[in-house]
């Protein structure tokens, strides 16, 4: 009650052109003021007294601000633990260490925190969790415990756990742990992070460089981030609440004091960036991992890529309108619904598209088994499509909606006929198409994106088996003009992509 209080106050104060002021009264004297009626006509009352405005004390502002933190703090640091590891990892320098992680907390704090010590006979690790249910479950990020043998939990009143891994995600960085106690632990309360505004106050808890339950302030800087390059499935909440190594899998907290996000990542290179999972989506993950210990999503069985502005007119859509498919894996949803390579998803579900994270984000979301409607433009024309969506396989035998990477522009390029035996080596189920042999630095083809190893399907959406069908295509192409290249590039996870390439112009 005293922290809604004080944010009344403060909002009250705050808000542009509000002074207190005394309700008018009936001039002194007149019978209305007697009897008490207000219903006499506006024409006949005498004019309210203006009355003054009252002054504001700013230290009772400052106060009331100061309150409101501190409640959040008092509210909320006994469910804030630090979660320590005992890791599995090898020596320091593994190839396994998480790169992703070094290049946002930079390398002086990753090898601190993160990465054993040299002189250490066994990799340690540290960073911080919240508790969400008195009975022991504590949520955090998989980068905190991953590869972890041994897992202790100290608490507030420095209890120590040991506990016990529940279920991990690593597309979304988040684990659930779980340890017993022998009374109800304080647990956080899980707000709505889908009620979030730019510019609403939020704290951050958790235990930066080892700082017990350490508290930042900061408001919402952006919502619905994208392409930090952290995990697969990103919706970051943007913070500038100061958030250090140590941090990760703290809690970011309204004023209401309910959890809002889990801290995760910042930017190395900048200040006042820090990123958050909203806690809807981790909340969605967690009740999965408690209930079967892994995350089941929907899944397309397709590659996927964003439409440039060079892609953008050879489908008949505008640049970020919808997302492109690349390739449709053989004997997947997406195949037996009839999705084609070329096909531009622009709606799935009745909710538009614009771009890679969308689709990926709610594709997973669909329950396996479910029927939904995609809607796509296949050949400058709308096409409605029902998928029976599949259960996207695990790590170890497929990928996620993959996104491929789409080159920017691009001629210069040696090709050969694909030989039956070079398909072999590259572990190629097809021996049609080009090889690309050679790719000149700086040329157009080398701007578009093809790498020597790359395998030139189509041009301009017609298949290509020689050379001579190459360059009679390409010599079709006019002077600063640009032709759609369908590739397939070898690899563990082999898949097809489209670039564009432009053909010089002409001095």
């Given at each position: ?9 403060m909002i009250l ?325 009839g999705l084609k ?10 909710t538009k598209i ?154």
């Open positions: 009650m005293k922290l809604a209080s004080a944010l009344v106050l104060v705050m808000a542009p052109g509000w002074a207190l002021s005394a309700p008018a009264r009936p001039p002194a004297g007149s019978d209305k003021a007697a009897s008490g009626d207000k219903t006499a006509p506006a024409d006949k009352r005498a004019p309210a007294a203006k009355a003054p405005s009252a002054k504001i004390d700013p230290r009772a502002v400052l106060q009331a601000m100061e309150e409101g933190f501190s409640s959040v703090a008092d509210r909320v640091t006994p469910a804030v633990v630090n979660v320590s590891t005992v890791s599995r990892r090898p020596a320091a320098g593994s190839s396994d260490d998480p790169q992703r992680f070094r290049d946002f907390f930079g390398d002086e704090f990753y090898e601190r925190y993160f990465r054993r010590r040299p002189r250490e006979d066994t990799p340690r690790a540290s960073g911080s969790g919240v508790i969400v249910d008195p009975a022991g479950y504590i949520l955090t990020n998989n980068h905190v415990i991953e590869n972890a043998q041994d897992i202790t939990v100290r608490l507030s009143d420095s209890r120590k756990f040991t506990a016990r891994l529940v279920g991990r995600d690593p597309k979304t960085d988040l684990a659930v742990l779980k340890v017993d106690a022998t009374a109800p632990l304080p647990a956080a309360e899980l707000g709505d992070s889908e009620r979030l505004r730019v510019g609403q106050w939020v704290v951050a808890i958790g235990n930066p460089f080892g700082l017990d339950r350490t508290v930042t302030v900061g408001i919402v800087s952006a919502t619905a981030r994208t392409r930090v390059g952290v995990t697969t499935y990103e919706n970051f909440i943007q913070t500038d609440a100061s958030i250090n190594p140590g941090n990760s899998g703290g809690p970011l907290l309204n004023l209401d004091g309910r959890v809002i996000g889990i801290n995760t990542a910042i930017v190395a290179a900048g200040q006042g960036i820090g990123f958050s999972i909203p806690i809807n989506e981790a909340r969605a993950v967690m009740s999965q991992l408690i209930a079967r210990g892994k995350v089941v999503r929907g899944w397309l069985g397709i590659a996927i890529q964003d439409v440039t502005d060079e892609l953008a007119g050879s489908f008949g859509v505008k640049e970020r309108e919808g997302v492109l498919v690349a390739d449709v894996m053989k004997g997947g949803p997406g195949e037996a619904a390579p070329g096909d531009v998803i622009v709606e799935l579900g009745g614009r771009e890679v994270p969308d689709l990926q984000r709610r594709v997973a979301a669909v329950a396996p088994g479910q029927n939904v409607d995609v809607g796509v433009v296949r050949d400058k024309a709308p096409v409605r499509v029902r998928v029976r969506v599949g259960e996207m396989p695990s790590e170890d035998t497929a990928t996620a909606e993959a996104e491929m990477e789409g080159g920017p522009e691009g001629f210069g390029l040696q090709v050969e006929p694909l030989a039956p035996d070079t398909a072999e080596r590259l572990g190629l189920s097809f021996s049609q198409g080009l090889l690309v042999v050679d790719v000149a630095s700086g040329g157009p083809a080398d701007r578009a994106g093809l790498k020597r190893g790359d395998v030139i399907l189509e041009i301009d959406r017609k298949p290509v088996h020689d050379a001579p069908g190459l360059q009679k295509a390409l010599a079709a192409v006019p002077p600063g003009r640009s032709v759609l290249m369908w590739v397939h590039r070898p690899g563990s996870d082999g898949q097809n992509q489209f670039l564009v390439l432009q053909r010089e112009p002409q001095p």
